[in-house]
């Protein structure tokens, strides 16, 4: 999995490759809401750490796995009316960054690895995929 930054362009110059790691791990989406602290921080931390979702029911911590966390607010798109997402939901970077942050900082004191992409930067983020899975964590 690799995070580059910068660009939209897939062979720009100017990109950069800021964060990335190989083997087996997970590659996290996280959005951040208004209403989201330090509740919902632990309880998502140890739901990334603890699902018994990789190669033979093993979760990140059996397996000595990296995961990666990447901010991602589009994640909150209300697209019910119109042609255009609303992202009302989803909080503004000053509330968003810190929440984030807590959330790298609470995984990582699980003794879990983990790589970040740049808050909200422009990013292109890539992954191989072992199967189908995408999982929604809420609390």
């Given at each position: 999995?690799d995070v580059?930054?910068?660009s ?6 100017n ?15 996280v ?28 979760s ?6 990296s ?14 009316k ?5 992202w009302?939901d ?23 690895p ?13 992954l ?8 929604l964590?809420?609390?």
């Amino acid at each position: 999995m690799d995070v580059v930054s910068d660009s939209s362009a897939p062979d720009n110059e100017n990109s950069e490759r800021i964060s990335g790691f190989t083997g087996e791990g997970l590659l996290v989406l996280v959005g951040v809401t208004h209403d989201d602290g330090p509740e919902q921080v632990e309880y998502i931390a140890r739901k990334i750490c603890e699902l018994r979702i990789l190669e033979g029911e093993r979760s990140v911590l059996d397996a000595g796995a990296s995961v990666m966390l990447v901010s991602q607010f589009t994640l909150y798109a209300d697209t019910r009316k119109g042609r255009r997402p609303s992202w009302n939901d989803a909080a503004p970077g000053p509330v968003a960054e810190p929440v984030f942050n807590s959330l790298v900082e609470a995984v990582r004191e699980r003794g879990v690895p983990v790589e970040t992409g740049q808050f909200g930067a422009h990013m292109r983020v890539s992954l191989t995929n072992d199967g189908p899975v995408t999982i929604l964590l809420e609390k």
